[in-house]
């Protein structure tokens, strides 16, 4: 199947401090999707971007969908403990029917 | 109201046994799946449903069983259970239309194989 790569698998930082992360493909997506996934919990949709070049907030997250639909990018400001979680991006493919997710960066927030 | 709903939320059996796992969905949505998501927390899908018929049929052993009885429902069922198999289980649904991909989550179910 289609292969995302996630960048960086893992973040140890401060509370306070800014993140991101991103997600590349191969392959030209049509559309890009962030979910979070709480200790213990199912993933939770965050963003759905539909549109190359688009900019979505959701709070203090702002997601962009590449230009050259290859690649997407999730960016947490003044971040706190509860955004202690894994983030998964997910795509769909032009050619292909389903998403796929990535491997997911572990994110660690030290109050 | 718990939107898409699993049980059990934990699951302990031996090797070799049958064991099935349950989710419904009050969503309105018209596709299902499940997911594996094993110790390196990966994610990757393993069926898909949409009305009740079977859309995605990844690689996953015949072991694994899914019945949608109807589209809120999609109960996965597994035979011969193996050590291999330990892993949480998520179900989700997503909406017919362009907003297909965003899927909505079950809290998981948490299977250990002996």
């Known amino acids: 199947g289609q292969q995302l790569n996630q960048n960086p698998q893992s973040m140890f930082i401060q509370e306070g401090e800014d993140v991101s992360m991103n997600c590349t493909s191969s392959s030209i997506f049509n559309t890009w999707l962030w979910y979070k996934q709480d200790p213990g919990e199912g993933p939770v949709l965050l963003i759905a971007l539909y549109k190359a070049g688009e900019l979505t907030s959701n709070g203090r997250l702002t997601a962009q969908f590449g230009i050259t639909r290859k690649d997407s990018f999730l960016n947490i400001s003044a971040s706190i403990p509860s955004d202690v979680g894994i983030y998964f991006c997910?795509?769909?493919?032009?050619?292909?029917?389903?998403?796929?997710f990535g491997d997911g960066t572990t994110l660690t927030v030290k109050p | 109201d718990t939107a898409v709903s699993q049980t059990p939320k934990y699951l302990v059996t031996q090797m070799g046994n049958d064991k099935s796992i349950k989710c419904e969905q009050n969503?309105?949505?018209?596709?299902m799946y499940w997911y594996k998501q094993d110790s390196k927390k990966f994610l990757k899908i393993m069926f898909s449903?949409?009305?009740?018929?079977?859309?995605i049929n990844e690689t996953v052993p015949n072991r694994f069983s899914p019945k949608s009885p109807d589209k809120a429902h999609l109960n996965l069922h597994i035979n011969s259970l193996e050590l291999g198999d330990s892993a949480v289980y998520f179900c989700?649904?997503?909406?017919?239309?362009?907003?297909?991909?965003?899927?909505?989550f079950g809290p998981g179910t948490r299977l250990t194989v002996l």
């Open positions: 449903y949409n009305n009740k018929e079977l859309i």
């Open positions: 997910a795509g769909r493919p032009t050619n292909a029917g389903k998403s796929t």
């Open positions: 989700a649904s997503s909406p017919y239309g362009y907003r297909d991909n965003e899927q909505f």
């Open positions: 969503l309105g949505h018209d596709t």
